[in-house]
T-cell receptor, first 113, second 114 residues
Framework: AQRVTQPEKLLSVFKGAPVELKCNYS??????LFWYVQYSRQRLQLLLR??SRESIKGFTADLNKGETSFHLKKPFAQEEDSAMYYCALSGRRLTGGGNKLTFGTGTQLKVEL | DTEVTQTPKHLVMGMTNKKSLKCEQH?????MYWYKQKAKKPPELMFV???????INESVPSRFSPECPNSSLLNLHLHALQPEDSALYLC?????????????FGSGTRLTVV
């Protein structure tokens, strides 16, 4: 079974403060991990993929297989970062293509002025 | 075109009605998905289509019936729904095979069953 845990429902920080959104996963094989973001009244969109080791909008996330974690970090929060953030795991690759993406329960990030 | 388009955006239907949700993508993706999202909850997988064949049905009640007429289109036929089926229904697509590009989501159809 594949499972994703996001322990914080709500994270409130001040503008300019560092942000860390926690994500832990459970999967027996080699996981593919993602962060998705949903801004108010907008569609769910891909933010980061662990495989690409990129920084998007100042956010980074490192896969720690020892701790089975994929925390999302940003050194200085901006007001426009306020959104719902979902950590997601793709573990089961389907015959013929496609995959099964499992989402965590999400963390609402609120950046205050 | 890098989007997944869903219609209608909003739908209100009675428990005896039959309606359909539509999803379209022209990115050449060969895997398409239906997810259900309740308020303040994560999306939950319903169905996966890969190369126009149903790969996964996550024990979804038969009142939801998916259909994939071709590689660009995905439908969800609704019949005899219950009020608890009211939710945001999301369609997504991904490139098949070993792609790690993640999903592209549509903006969803907000369904209300009365």
């Amino acid at each position: 079974a594949q499972r994703v845990t996001q322990p914080e429902k709500l994270l409130s920080v001040f503008k300019g403060a560092p942000v860390e959104l926690k994500c832990n996963y459970s999967y027996s094989g080699s996981p593919e991990l993602f962060w998705y973001v949903q801004y108010s009244r907008q569609r769910l969109q891909l933010l980061l993929r662990h495989i690409s080791r990129e920084s998007i909008k100042g956010f980074t996330a490192d896969l720690n297989k020892g701790e089975t974690s994929f925390h999302l970090k940003k050194p200085f929060a901006q007001e426009e970062d306020s959104a719902m953030y979902y950590c997601a795991l793709s573990g089961r690759r389907l015959t013929g293509g496609g995959n099964k993406l499992t989402f965590g329960t999400g963390t609402q990030l609120k950046v205050e002025l | 075109d890098t989007e997944v388009t869903q219609t209608p955006k909003h739908l209100v239907m009675g428990m005896t009605n039959k309606k359909s949700l539509k999803c379209e993508q022209h990115m050449g993706h060969r895997a398409m998905y239906w997810y259900k999202q309740k308020a303040k909850k994560p999306p939950e997988l319903m169905f996966v289509y890969s190369y126009e064949k149903l790969s996964i049905n996550e024990s979804v009640p038969s009142r939801f019936s998916p259909e994939c007429p071709n590689s660009s289109l995905l439908n969800l036929h609704l019949h005899a729904l219950q009020p608890e089926d009211s939710a945001l229904y999301l369609c997504a697509s991904s490139a098949s095979g070993t792609s790690l590009d993640g999903y592209t989501f549509g903006s969803g159809t907000r369904l209300t069953v009365v």
